[in-house]
């Protein structure tokens, strides 16, 4: 297994860098990089810029539109732009949805629902969480039952990101109340602008609106808007949560955030001397940093293995486990870095990108409020414990 990168993918890093330098507005970059929530308009924005060069739709099959591309060149991808603080390409659409409409859509679905994506006409959440129904999502109760050619649905999804950016869900519904845990569930696309829909607010620890609670109540769905077979819903499910797990580890993130913790720790001095100099700070940074390192070459284990045919099992579950807990730990150091000014801010209109303390340096001041919202990532996606069952039922058979 070779982890260095070939000619033809340095080639192709550059070519990533320069788009990146000539097409990423400073505007969004400096607000990603203070750690601050970007409007719909401007993730809008950078998806067409995106779409425009066709490096959108990073999963797909050319043929479709996508950019056909290598796990090792989406990794890269991601990488440049991370370090670019780029913001993400929203996953919800096109890389969750897209890649079950094309497996399991028809071709109905996939000439109506694809370009849409690419052309940025739905926004997309996803809905598979439910009160009572989070790790163990097989349990989830929102019913779909069918009314001659519409399924009518009731029920509740919660914790739905951006729902409220979003006119679609794909929503895991049960189709077969009598039938028990996978069994009975299908993958439905739900209009969130019918009527019985209701969409509140949950307002999270960096008093964000990021989440959602989304209530159904006899909401009409056409049966067109089932994706892959009745009751087999699971199957859809369980291929979408492989591509939600990709790219968790979150590297290119975490070494964003790193450079940003070494030059913040470089400026702030405490009782005379630089943080970075001392030895309890720099004894947690030199840790979180060797984590980093070896992360990196795991990951690029992964994706060697998965260029090669394999499928990821338990090491995306490794991943998503120590490359969360390594981003956590680099916003706990960011907010450490603050000290008596990582407060969180109470005012929703103050400037983020102001020093975080006199003379200090700037674009760190969301940091307390990035720790706080980072607290997530060891939740989403398949809590870090489910992670850890994985492993230990895949790696030693407990
Ligand atoms: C910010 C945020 C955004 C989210 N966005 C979405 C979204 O867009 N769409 C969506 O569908 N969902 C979303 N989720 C939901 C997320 O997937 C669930 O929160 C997650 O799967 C955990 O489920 P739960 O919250 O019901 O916790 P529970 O499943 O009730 O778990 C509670 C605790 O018990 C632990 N636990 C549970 N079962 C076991 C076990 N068998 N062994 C060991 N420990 C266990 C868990 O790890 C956790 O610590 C989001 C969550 C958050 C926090």
């Not at 340095?10 to 320069?18: D, G, Y």
């Not at 090792?72 to 079950?100: K, T």
């Not at 009731?154 to 996978?182: E, I, Y």
């Not at 001392?278 to 060797?290: D, Q, Y």
Request: with cysteine.
């Amino acid at each position: 297994m070779d982890l260095k990168y070939t000619p033809a993918e340095l080639s192709f890093q550059e070519e990533v860098r320069k788009f990146l330098a000539e097409n990423l507005p400073e505007r969004l970059s400096k607000k990603v990089a203070a750690g601050s929530h970007l409007s719909k308009e401007e993730h809008e924005e950078w998806h067409a810029i995106v779409n425009r060069k066709g490096w959108l739709a990073t999963h797909w099959p050319v043929e479709y539109g996508g950019t056909g591309w290598s796990a090792i060149q989406r990794f890269i991808f991601e990488h440049e732009c991370a370090l670019a603080n780029a913001p993400r390409i929203i996953p919800f659409g096109l890389s969750m949805l897209a890649p079950v409409i094309i497996k399991y859509g028809t071709e109905a679905q996939k000439k109506h629902w694809l370009p849409r994506l690419l052309e940025g006409k739905d926004w997309w959440s996803q809905g598979y969480s439910e009160p009572n129904s989070g790790s163990d999502l097989a349990s989830v109760r929102t019913t779909a039952i069918r009314d001659g050619d519409d399924y009518i649905v009731n029920g509740q999804k919660t914790w739905t990101t951006q729902g409220h950016f979003s006119n679609m869900m794909f929503c895991l519904v049960r189709t077969d109340p009598d039938a028990k845990k996978q069994k009975g569930i299908s993958f439905l696309l739900i209009d969130l602008t019918s009527p019985g829909v209701e969409m509140r607010p949950i307002i999270t620890l960096d008093g964000e609106h990021e989440v959602n609670e989304v209530f159904f109540t006899d909401v009409r769905v056409p049966r067109s808007n089932l994706v892959g077979e009745e009751d087999k819903g699971w199957d859809c499910a369980k291929y979408l949560l492989t591509y939600e797990r990709t790219g968790v580890a979150g590297v290119g993130h975490a070494c964003a955030l790193l450079e940003r913790v070494k030059r913040a720790a470089g400026e702030r001095f405490q009782a005379g001397v630089r943080l970075i100099e001392s030895p309890s700070f720099a004894m947690r940074l030199a840790k979180v940093e060797i984590e980093l390192e070896a992360m990196k070459t795991t990951n690029l284990r992964v994706i060697a293995a998965v260029s090669g045919g394999g499928v990821p099992g338990a090491e995306s579950s490794m991943l998503k486990v120590k490359g969360t807990e390594i981003r956590q730990e680099l916003t706990a150091l960011l907010r450490a870095i603050q000290g008596p000014y990582a407060r969180v801010i109470p005012d929703a209109n103050a400037d983020l990108s102001a020093p975080m303390y006199p003379g200090g340096p700037r674009n760190v001041r969301a940091g307390a409020l990035n720790y706080l919202n980072q607290r997530k990532l060891s939740i989403y996606g398949g809590s870090n414990e489910i992670q850890r069952n994985i492993i230990a039922k895949a790696t030693l058979g407990l």
